[in-house]
């Protein structure tokens, strides 16, 4: 906190601007090594939210690869992930607007390679591996069915797609509700993949498959690992054919090697390689050629490492994404750290960066670091707050006057705080305010034990927890009792709303694409997470009363705070209906509000314009609720 003016708490001038975010600004969403090449892909918000690919060959400077009007990106499950990989400087993508798996070489025009679907986007690709013989591209793919008057959920599929622009496109493992990681071994003889069914999750229970490849075909297809209450994920095949996978079979998501009688621990401990897969293509390990592995680590500490089969290296960096290896076996990872954003590093000593965010230029003290607190809820049973004070290097409030607190509640549920540089949250120090990155009973990094503490309890604990988290930074004298507001997206878009109705801690709240209704959304949502309420709540509809008592909708009587609803006019995840409905709900009660339909995006905002104009807005709704006066000059949102 600064020394200098005083200036009360929530209307500190501040250089971090809602603009500053996104003009000029792109990051890191994955990575590929290739020999010396580093490839990697950027999402671009002032550039309507698309993704790019970009290739930094042997040392040399990053090229855009990809056409300038391309997006890449896939629709399956909804979340994507795995859009694209690189074989022998081939890069293999899947195109936004039409979902259709194309490939292309530098300077060249890219070359389809799936037929066009029947209909607008109804096939969908992802996560796919070249096999070793370049003949074909060997992916997840996602069938769309659209027929007058009935709902179908989609078929999911592993499909081998000739590379040779020929379109053909042949299937070869079938059943399965879901389907991720398709890797074809060294030689081309075995196919590894994971799935699972309804009502599991993949972070729930999975299993893992392997099949010989015989003439284009998987044969004798026989599980090797996993089950209901196993999570296992990231196959990989080493140069000598040995399997790998990440297991949490021990309370913890751990490397293991198969092996028929008794799988053997690679890497192993307290702490979690595998996340969540809410995005496919994760790759959180690599095999060396010696056979050796690196693996990136989350601690219950919240801190992130590299961790070897001979040691744990500690970084500079508090925070790892993804990791790769290079034709030198150097591991090649996107990290990040309390005072930078997301940068490509390679090698663990003295890490050469490849790429890096575009400089923010603040200072320091804008950046201090948060701490992590264990905290006693409501029921007694322990959770987890990042805790961040007002930072500035030259302001601080009034003496007599504590700081207004924003309490986060992330997404998922099985999401988490982030142990790294967020300028969105630092919009928010840098004016004063103290926020609460609440790690909820149910978040991921601390166990599996931890995250199934929310089995049927959603809507119970995790608003217990967010409500606790409050009380006790209050209690601590750490933040204004009568000035904290809450905010969430998606899931923690629902503990916003769910908070706000049940409990009157929050003088306001912010939803973000929040979860109203649960019986809507039970019954209109899309296929990954259609069942995922049967663990989260009960199972529908014979668990229908349960629904009811925990859906915010079905106690609007109770709600009392002025709240800002944010909502994407397509987003397929939670429908605009339910933002509606609190809409409705607060226009009845004459309770101050705002809502903002934001045309064209989806479950979560891309575009530039529309990003800064939901921060602003939030940040306008705020002032006006608890009577202060913005430094800057930006857009009043009106409240009715």
Same mark, same amino acid.
């Given at each position: ?85 690189? *074989? ?15 490939? =292309?070489? +530098? ?20 996560? $796919? ?71 599991? =999750?993949?972070?729930?229970?999975? @299993? ?14 026989? %599980?090797?690992? $996993?089950?209901? +209450? ?43 390689? $595998? ?63 309390? %005072? ?19 400089? *923010?230029?603040?200072?320091? #003290? ?32 009034? %003496?007599?006057? /504590? ?16 142990? #790294? ?5 630092? !919009? ?6 103290? &926020?609460?990155?609440?790690? !909820? ?113 079905? *106690?609007?009587? /109770? ?14 995840? &939670? ?25 064209? @995006? ?24 608890? $009577?202060? #006066? ?11």
């Amino acid at each position: 906190m600064g020394t200098g003016q005083e200036i009360p708490y929530g209307s500190w001038p501040s250089p971090i601007s809602a603009a500053s975010l996104v003009q000029g600004v792109s990051s890191v969403t994955g990575i590929v090594a290739e020999g010396q090449d580093i490839w990697w892909s950027e999402s671009r918000p002032d550039e309507s939210g698309r993704t790019a690919i970009v290739c930094a060959a042997n040392g040399g400077p990053p090229r855009e690869i990809t056409p300038p009007d391309s997006n890449v990106r896939t629709r399956v499950h909804e979340y994507g992930g795995g859009a694209w990989w690189v *074989h022998q400087s081939v890069l293999f993508y899947v195109e936004f607007s039409d979902q259709r798996l194309r490939k =292309m070489t +530098e300077g060249g025009d890219p070359i389809y390679l799936t037929p066009e679907p029947p209909t607008g986007q109804s096939w969908r690709f992802a996560d $796919g591996r070249v096999t070793p013989d370049g003949l074909w591209y060997i992916c997840v793919r996602e069938v769309h069915h659209h027929l007058d008057e009935l709902t179908i959920e989609p078929d999911n599929q592993l499909v081998a797609i000739a590379t040779d622009g020929s379109l053909q496109v042949n299937e070869l493992v079938v059943g399965a509700d879901f389907y991720a990681f398709p890797r074809p071994s060294p030689e081309g003889e075995f196919l590894a993949w994971v799935q699972w069914n309804h009502p599991s =999750m993949p972070w729930w229970g999975t @299993e893992l498959w392997i099949g010989d490849l015989q003439d284009g075909q998987v044969v004798q297809g026989r %599980k090797i690992a $996993g089950g209901e +209450e196993e999570s296992v994920s990231q196959p990989e095949w080493s140069l000598e054919t040995q399997l790998y996978f990440l297991s949490d079979r021990s309370g913890w998501s751990n490397l293991y090697r198969f092996d028929a009688q008794d799988d053997e621990i690679i890497i192993g401990g307290e702490f979690d390689i $595998g996340q969540p897969l809410w995005q496919l293509g994760q790759s959180r390990y690599v095999i060396l050629s010696d056979e050796s592995a690196v693996a990136a680590i989350t601690k219950p500490d919240g801190t992130s490492s590299l961790a070897s089969t001979s040691n744990i290296s500690e970084l500079e960096w508090s925070s790892v994404h993804e990791l790769r290896a290079d034709g030198d076996d150097n591991p090649v990872f996107v990290a990040a750290s309390h %005072k930078t954003g997301s940068s490509i590093v390679k090698g663990v000593v003295d890490g050469q960066i490849i790429q890096s965010p575009k400089p *923010h230029g603040l200072a320091e #003290e804008y950046f201090a670091h948060p701490s992590l607190r264990k905290f006693s809820s409501l029921d007694g049973k322990d959770a987890y707050v990042r805790f961040y004070r007002p930072a500035h290097p030259s302001i601080s409030g009034p %003496k007599v006057e /504590k700081p207004p607190l924003l309490v986060l509640a992330h997404g998922g549920p099985t999401g988490s705080s982030r142990n #790294e540089l967020s300028l969105a949250l630092r !919009y928010w120090t840098s004016r004063g305010w103290a &926020v609460a990155d609440v790690d !909820y009973r149910g978040s991921t990094g601390y166990g599996r034990q931890y995250m199934e503490a929310l089995d049927g309890e959603w809507g119970i604990v995790d608003v217990a927890d967010c409500v606790a988290a409050a009380r006790y930074l209050t209690a601590q004298g750490e933040v204004d009792g009568e000035r904290i507001a809450i905010k969430g997206g998606s899931a923690g878009g629902f503990t916003v709303l769910a908070a706000l109705a049940f409990y009157q801690d929050f003088g306001a709240g912010a939803s973000r694409y929040g979860i109203a209704d649960l019986e809507i959304l039970a019954q209109d949502t899309h296929k990954f997470e259609s069942r995922y309420l049967d663990r989260l709540i009960g199972e529908y509809p014979s668990q229908r009363r349960i629904y009811q008592d925990r859906s915010p909708i079905n *106690h609007t009587e /109770k709600f009392t705070s002025p709240m800002i609803i944010l909502q994407g006019s397509e987003d397929a995840v &939670v429908p605009p209906n339910q933002a509606e409905l609190v809409v409705t709900a607060l226009q009845e009660k004459n309770i101050r509000h705002s809502y903002l339909l934001f045309d064209g @995006e989806g479950h979560g905002f891309r575009n530039a314009e529309n990003i800064v104009a939901a921060l602003e807005a939030e940040y306008s709704f705020f002032a006006q609720i608890f $009577g202060f #006066e913005p430094s800057e000059p930006i857009p009043r949102v009106v409240i009715e």
